[in-house]
C-alpha cells in the first residue's frame, strides 16, 4: 500500500491485540510514518494517543465535537473536563 504513495493512511486500533513488543514496533512505525504521511488512526489508548497524536479529533455521535493540539493531550484536566462534558 505504501508503494502508491498514499495521501493518508487510516487506521482503525492499529495495534489492538497485539502483545507489547508488537505495539511498539507498530508504534515505532507510525513515529516514522507520520513524518512523511498524514496518519488518521481511530484508538482507544489514551496513551497511545498521547504518544503518537499530533492532534486529537473527539466524535460525539458521528460529530467532531472537540479538536486537542498535541500540548493538551499531556493535559489530564483538559481530558478530565472533556470526558465530565461528553459523559
Request: proline letters at 2%; zero cysteines; glycine letters at 2%.
Amino acid at each position: 500500500v505504501l508503494a502508491l504513495e498514499p495521501g493518508i493512511i487510516l487506521l482503525d486500533e492499529p495495534t489492538a491485540s497485539l502483545d507489547f513488543r508488537a505495539t511498539r514496533n507498530i508504534e515505532e512505525l507510525l513515529l516514522e510514518l507520520k513524518k512523511q504521511y498524514t496518519i488518521l488512526a481511530v484508538s482507544h489508548s489514551l496513551s497511545q494517543t498521547r504518544r503518537l497524536a499530533d492532534r486529537v479529533f473527539v466524535l460525539n455521535d458521528g460529530r467532531i465535537t472537540h479538536e486537542l493540539d498535541r500540548f493538551h493531550l499531556q493535559d489530564r484536566d483538559v481530558f478530565q473536563k472533556l470526558i465530565e462534558e461528553i459523559f
